[in-house]
């Protein structure tokens, strides 16, 4: 299971895309809501309604946790302590984790970048704790841990997770069935 955690403010292609192509990887896929409600307006004023609470998942290994980027959305997350324990506890008993633009400060926030290559949105370094920046770079991969540079890597950012998580053969059939090249 892939939960992506969506914060008020949250940047809608960022969650959306990846969400979309996973789905379209065989890849089971729930918005998960950071705050009491599961109505969750986007950082351009698009509303999506999550499948469940944030705070009412537990991530076990095998799944991965989603951050999208939008200040809005990561600052929600931030000051939600209940999600923010989630993503604690999930990285704790070896959930994989994602990350884009400035949702990896909030796996910064735990210490979870300590000394991995991560990409971020420009100009976001440094809320990124100890993590080692690539902002050239629009996806890297350290390890399990996936992330993403900005709105614009959003495809890219969701065909790197699905090549993670079901290969790279089934990245690239959606990547073709959605008439994508780079």
Request: aromatic residues 4%; contains cysteine.
């Given at each position: ?8 403010g949250?940047e809608e ?5 990846p ?5 379209r990887?065989?890849?089971e896929?729930r918005y998960a809501a950071?705050?009491?409600t ?5 950082s351009?004023?698009?509303?999506v309604?999550?499948?469940i ?5 537990a ?6 946790v989603?951050i999208?980027?939008g ?9 939600d ?8 506890s999930?990285a ?27 990409t ?7 809320l990124?704790?100890?993590?080692r920046?690539?902002?050239?770079e629009?996806?890297?991969q ?5 992330t993403?540079r900005?709105p ?6 969701g ?5 993670h998580l ?14 994508y090249?780079?």
């Open positions: 299971m892939v939960y992506i955690i969506l914060g008020q949250f292609i960022e969650a959306v895309a969400g979309d192509i996973l789905r990887g065989g890849v896929v950071a705050g009491d599961l109505a969750v307006p986007g351009t004023g698009i509303t309604t999550a499948d609470l944030a705070r009412n998942i991530p076990a290994k095998g799944d991965t989603v999208p980027g200040m809005g959305g990561v600052n929600t997350i931030k000051h302590a209940e999600t923010m324990d989630m993503i604690s999930a704790k008993n070896g959930v994989e984790l994602a990350a884009i633009c400035a949702g990896p400060s909030v796996l910064a926030k735990l210490g979870l970048l300590d000394g991995r290559d991560i971020c949105y420009p100009g976001c370094e440094k990124m704790g100890k993590a920046c690539h902002c050239d629009t996806t890297m350290d390890g399990s841990l996936i993403g900005a614009g890597a959003a495809l890219d950012f065909y790197a997770l699905l090549a079901k290969g790279e053969h089934v990245s690239e059939d959606v990547r073709e069935g959605m008439c090249r780079v």
